[in-house]
Nanobody, 122 residues
Framework: QVHLTESGGDSVQAGGSLRLSCTVTGFTLCLGWFRQPPEKAREGVAALDDDGSTNYADSVKGRFTISKDRATNTLYLQMDSLKPDDTATYYC???????????????????WGQGTQVTVSS
């Protein structure tokens, strides 16, 4: 059974950095980060396939980095040059299917964490 637990959310100033963590238990092949800004729909941020390939939303490309520590089975999202528009609840998600692993395929992620809050002030 897959279980995901996020941590690392905080309040930071614009231009700052944060690293989110997600402990992963169970068998997974595709991992991703999503976020839900206040009063907006949840959106994809980044995805990491089991072969190490990654993809990112245009809004975070060059600023965010998704990675995984295989030894501890922990997923990370390094967020640099944060902007007020990055304010959201961030979720990690996973799936065990073979096939494309892309951040835009939100319905394809069957397992979700509880979320962690990131607030960026100007």
């Amino acid at each position: 059974q897959v279980h995901l637990t996020e941590s690392g959310g905080d309040s930071v100033q614009a231009g700052g950095s944060l690293r989110l963590s997600c402990t992963v238990t169970g068998f997974t092949l595709c991992l991703g980060w999503f976020r839900q800004p206040p009063e907006k729909a949840r959106e994809g941020v980044a995805a990491l396939d089991d072969d190490g390939s990654t993809n990112y939303a245009d809004s975070v490309k060059g600023r965010f980095t998704i990675s995984k520590d295989r030894a501890t089975n922990t997923l990370y999202l390094q967020m640099d040059s944060l902007k007020p528009d990055d304010t959201a609840t961030y979720y990690c998600a996973a799936d065990s299917r073979y096939g494309p692993c892309v951040y835009s395929d939100q319905p394809g992620f069957k397992h979700w964490g509880q979320g962690t809050q990131v607030t960026v002030s100007s």
